[in-house]
């Protein structure tokens, strides 16, 4: 039922307040942060705090995600950048396996990913007020995919261990159909746009997994610590963003920053 909501939620602030806002909100935890939930609630308080450290490699996975899609669709159709961009992921996540599951190894490779990520992209120079084509088919699918996936994700979370439970439930299943239904729609800006919010809200995303590794380790309520999790995502993502859009987003046209790459 949550999934849903927050997908409404979503397809509401696209309308309201453009890409970017829309990009940023699925780049937060709002399907990997119910999977969680969930897990911490079925496979225990241990188990959850190991897989959110999984989780904290798999958010800047996310951020990588975006990057490689942006860079690739500026030359290539939607499938082959789509496609590219999965494999990078899938590479990227396999490899995070062979690093520590310490919670601040994580944050440290994680956090410091996606800054580096963030600036990157504020090279490229586009509308800021990019604004996607709403299909009437977006959100119907996009709300079969998503709570598919979280259910699928908590059902056979027991048998995959929870370091592939963190990563695989921050698949960016919502930034890659957003994404691809703004490059269908033939503005590639608006996808541009969704997917640089993607990096920024998956900042928001390791500060939400770092407050459950942390958290869940003491003797508090799990409703309790998702919580504070929650709220300091959000906090953090609303005074970040604020940040990257007064200091480094200038609006100018699309085609400007094509022709500069």
């Known amino acids: 039922m949550v999934a849903p909501l927050l997908l409404l939620f979503i397809s509401y602030a696209q309308k309201k307040f453009g890409s970017f806002i829309s990009g940023i909100i699925p780049g937060l935890p709002i399907t990997s942060g119910p999977i969680s939930y969930f897990i911490a609630i079925e496979q225990g308080k241990l188990f959850a705090a190991n897989s959110a450290v999984g989780a904290l490699y798999g958010m800047s996975g996310i951020g990588l995600f975006c990057f490689v899609y942006m860079a690739v669709s500026y030359k290539c ?7 590219i961009a999965l494999s990078v992921w899938c590479l990227f996540s396999i490899l995070t396996l062979f690093l520590p ?11 410091s990913t996606l800054l580096a990520l963030t600036f990157a992209t504020t090279k490229l120079k586009v509308a800021i007020d990019a604004k996607p084509l709403n299909s009437k088919w977006e959100l119907p699918i996009k709300i079969v995919l998503v709570t598919s996936f979280i259910m699928l994700v908590t059902f056979i979370s027991e048998h995959i261990g929870s370091a592939w439970s963190g990563l695989l439930s921050t698949f960016p299943v919502i930034l890659a159909v957003m994404g691809s239904i703004a490059y269908i729609s033939d503005k590639k800006d608006s ?3 969704i997917l640089n919010g993607g990096i920024i809200g998956s900042l928001g995303g390791c500060i939400f997994f770092a407050a459950i590794a942390l958290l869940l380790k003491y003797d508090i309520l799990i409703w309790q610590v998702y919580t504070v999790a929650t709220i300091s995502s959000v906090l953090f993502t609303l005074i970040f963003s604020h940040f990257i859009n007064r200091k480094y987003v200038n609006p100018v046209a699309f085609n400007t920053a094509k022709t500069q790459l």
């Open 77 to 83: 159709g939607l499938a082959k950048s789509l496609l």
């Open 101 to 111: 599951v310490n919670i601040f190894v994580a944050c440290l490779f994680s956090i």
């Open 191 to 193: 996808a541009f746009k």
